[in-house]
């Protein structure tokens, strides 16, 4: 029988046709799997056609990929939070504003502020001084316990009245354990005037003289602290200091004792001066109990007593009415020199 012979332009046909509808095929689709190429024939023609397809169809497949996702936009980081540290003023506990003092007084000023902020204040916050009259040398305050959101706290700063009259103001603020200052700020305003409580006394060893002239050195201002309905709480924080405990020297020298109060509710008190010493020969001849009237506020009382000989003795001030108080001894030491 005759032998059955390839028509080599079919086979070209037939092969062009197959790749014709694989690469249709594939641009209408998302690109698959490589497929699998034609099996080898022994055909040489039949080969090379089938080649020249498979390379055909790679080639769209590489062009058709899916491009890659685009870069992700950077996101701005969140603003750092607004700090939760807040102090709101309530009142003066002590030195009403406008209080008057004698030159070189010692006083206590009492703040009661609120923590209005959403953190606890720790032992490591402080009361710090900001700008104005320092009056004094103190610069901070620690606070003594832990104030949480809401509560209130009493904030007490020693200070001294200026040498010169006039009026005063220093301004403070709240710092946090981090070194930060609060937002607000609150002051202390005081009057330094001439007429002032001025106790004057002429010390000699055969017997010492004293005259006081007492006037009120505090303030008539409305009482901004809470008023107690008993005498027991009329008068507290009574203590006597001295300026210059030791002294050598020229003689006569003059100390100065100040004897400070809080008057919680007004009140008429009576109190004297006292003084006591060991030194041989010399004894004190003070005068009679004083009465005056007090606002509500805090007083010192100022007493400069010239001694003309060597002592050593103490001071302090007895209120006995309408609270029967005694302030510590303020000791002092004079040693007079040629």
Known sequence: MPTNTTDPNAVYTAAAQTADARLTELAQSTPSVTPVPPSATPDLAQTSIAQTAEAAITQLAAMSQTPPPAAATATNPPAASTSGDRATYVSDVTVPDGSDYAPGATFKKTWRIMNAGTTTWSTSYKLVFLSGDQMGTATSVTLAENVAPGA????????????????????WKMQNASGQYFEDAIYVEIDVVGGTVVATATVTPGGPTFTPSPTSSGSAATPTVTATTSAAGAVTGLSMA?????????????????????VNQASTLTYVLEGGSETSGFSFNLPAAQTSAFNPGTYTLSFPLDFSSSVVGWVRLHISSPVDLTSNQATFSLTCQP
């Open 152 to 171: 209130t706290v009493d904030i007490s700063v020693d200070l001294t009245a200026p040498s010169t009259t006039g009026r005063y103001r220093g301004y």
């Open 242 to 262: 001295v300026d210059q405990a030791v002294y050598t020297g020229a003689c006569p020298h003059a100390f100065t004792f100040s004897a400070t109060f809080t």
